[in-house]
């Protein structure tokens, strides 16, 4: 599976983006799908997650009630949007998919089999 983050920009605060991860070569259908972010000499950190089939949501108590993930239309369609955004909310992110995630370790990356490559989000205060 191939993963394309896309839809990261320049904000100010208090503003929001909507970030899409696309995949090819297979389907959501199977999959927990993931953002994690990371700042420069961080490890990256988790935000979200949604189990495709269920549609059940997982968020890091950072963006809970400011971020949401969802299916896309599509099967291979994932997005987050992401409203009120703080300057801190400025990282690189990553989307990611895994087959074989249960709760306890679906907020952590070791966890996730593929990778898109990283959009970049920053927010100025």
């Known amino acids: 599976v191939q993963l394309q983050a896309s839809g990261g920009g320049a904000v100010q605060a208090g503003g929001s983006l909507r970030l899409s991860c696309e995949a090819s070569g297979d389907t959501f259908s199977r999959y927990t799908v993931g953002w994690f972010r990371r700042v420069p000499g961080k490890e990256r950190d988790f935000v979200a997650a949604?189990?495709?089939?269920?549609?059940?949501?997982y968020y890091a108590d950072s963006v809970k009630g400011r971020f949401t993930i969802s299916r896309g239309n599509a099967r291979n369609t994932v997005t987050l949007q992401m409203n009120s955004l703080k300057p801190e909310d400025a990282a690189v992110y990553y989307c990611s998919a895994g087959s074989s995630l249960i709760t306890s370790n679906l907020r952590q990356a070791a966890g996730y089999d593929y990778w898109g490559q990283g959009t970049q989000v920053t927010v100025s205060s």
């Open positions: 949604i189990r495709w089939s269920s549609m059940i949501t």
